[in-house]
């Protein structure tokens, strides 16, 4: 027997410091193949959202007391809010525990925490997930500084990176 969980990849020890900066680009690749992952994903709840209230507004047109378009509507927001939580624990808590993401993995980079050259852990990496989204909420113009940062950074390492002590290295 043996203690392989296909969960949760085997990760690679380093040294703090011994893994060289993953470039802008390729974490851009990165980024995208994982967005488009999530796009795929919230799809299927928004196509769900759409034709439930078109049929919900038909049903209000014609007088039909079916509710077969609120019950899509329905539907469809509780798949939305379940592919929120996915992300986040696909996208956040697992990139945390293991480094990477299936975007990084594909790429061969991954997260790591800058003083102990491992994983940085669950909260940290749905922190690393959830703060721009939340930042950007309030002021829009965090985002784009956070993805271009590692451009005049020395370590690469986006303003989020910074915060959070971790940084995306070549694996």
């Not at 392989?4 to 390729?26: H, M, V, Y």
């Not at 079916?66 to 509780?78: K, R, Y």
């Amino acid at each position: 027997m043996t203690d392989f969980n296909p969960d949760s990849p085997p990760t690679k020890r380093a040294e703090p410091g011994s893994l060289g900066p993953a470039g802008w680009w390729r974490r851009g690749k990165a980024a995208i193949i994982d967005t488009l992952i999530c796009i795929s994903a919230g799809l299927i709840p928004v196509v769900m959202v759409v034709i439930g209230l078109v049929f919900a507004l038909a049903d209000e047109i014609d007088n039909d007391s079916s509710g077969v378009g609120w019950i899509l509507f329905a539907i469809g927001m509780v798949t939305g809010l379940a592919v929120m939580v996915w992300a986040g624990w696909k996208f956040g808590w697992r990139q945390g525990v293991t480094g990477t993401t299936p975007g990084k993995g594909r790429l061969g980079i991954r997260l790591v925490d800058i003083e102990t050259g491992e994983p940085p852990g669950g909260a940290r990496g749905l922190g690393r997930c959830i703060v721009p989204g939340l930042i950007n909420s309030v002021v829009n113009v965090y985002q784009l500084i956070d993805y271009l940062w590692p451009l005049w950074d020395d370590r690469n390492q986006r303003v989020t990176d910074k915060m959070f002590k971790t940084q995306v290295v070549e694996a």
